[in-house]
């Protein structure tokens, strides 16, 4: 058992973190089992998204999942499930008005600037002839 107060607090956030995570993967096999069971449509969906969800918590690696969902493809392919491919665009997306076009900014003339540094270089060099 921990003895300091940070090690007990760190034991109880593992203790919560592991009952998550345990509920996700029980969520991820749930959906994996009904989609092998009835291979249709939704239960693909159903399953793909249990796998993206254990990626957001950071319980799976990405390339994992993806590799999982491609079995997952494979084998729905094989039962001759007709795949839907996603929308292109969200209505809200299209009803969106076209951009205006800005005007490109007109150029002004570079004007000159004379600064301390320009002035000391151009006297700089009279002062040290007039020293010697």
Do not use: C, W
């Amino acid at each position: 058992m921990p003895i300091i107060k940070s090690a007990k607090k760190a034991a109880r956030q593992a203790e919560k973190r592991t009952e998550h995570n345990v509920e996700i993967k029980k969520a991820i096999k749930a959906a994996l089992k009904a989609f092998k069971a009835n291979p249709t449509p939704e239960t693909l969906a159903k399953a793909q998204s249990e796998y993206d969800k254990a990626v957001k918590k950071d319980l799976m690696k990405k390339n994992t999942a993806a590799r999982r969902k491609a079995r997952l493809h494979k084998i729905a392919k094989n039962a001759g499930v007709k795949l839907v491919a996603k929308k292109a665009a969200t209505p809200k997306a299209a009803a969106k008005k076209p951009a205006a076009a800005k005007k490109p900014a007109a150029k002004k003339p570079a004007a000159k600037t004379t600064t301390k540094k320009a002035a000391a270089k151009t006297t700089a060099p009279k002062a040290k002839a007039a020293k010697k």
